[in-house]
Nanobody
Framework: QVQLVESGGGLVQSGGSLRLSCAASGIPFSVYVMGWYRQAPGKQRELVASITSGGSTNYADSVKGRFTISRDNAKNTVYLQMNSLKLEDTAVYYC?????????WGQGTQVTVSS
């Protein structure tokens, strides 16, 4: 059974930081492309950041320079370090694992940025 379990969300003031974690089980984690997506109320889900098995990263323009994605293959975990958070970063953040045609999602974790 595949599971992606996110943690680390919460309420933070504008300018603050949070680190999200996603622990994976049931997949060969090291070969998967892992990503973080987010969905704000009334908006479509969007890619925030992704990291390949080789460690190459990709970021949405809106988070470049503020967010950092990383992975620890020994722990089957992907992280999203979020700094300088803005009100517009408020959303449910989802972990995603993808390998060719297979894709899996976590249940999501709420991030709320307050002024």
């Amino acid at each position: 059974q595949v599971q992606l379990v996110e943690s680390g969300g919460g309420l933070v003031q504008s300018g603050g930081s949070l680190r999200l974690s996603c622990a994976a089980s049931g997949i060969p984690f090291s070969v998967y492309v892992m990503g973080w997506y987010r969905q704000a109320p009334g908006k479509q889900r969007e890619l925030v950041a992704s990291i390949t098995s080789g460690g190459s990263t990709n970021y949405a323009d809106s988070v470049k320079g503020r967010f950092t994605i990383s992975r620890d293959n020994a722990k089957n975990t992907v992280y999203l370090q979020m700094n300088s958070l803005k009100l517009e970063d408020t959303a449910v953040y989802y972990c995603n694992g993808r390998l060719i045609a297979r894709t899996y999602w976590g249940q999501g974790t709420q991030v709320t940025v307050s002024s």
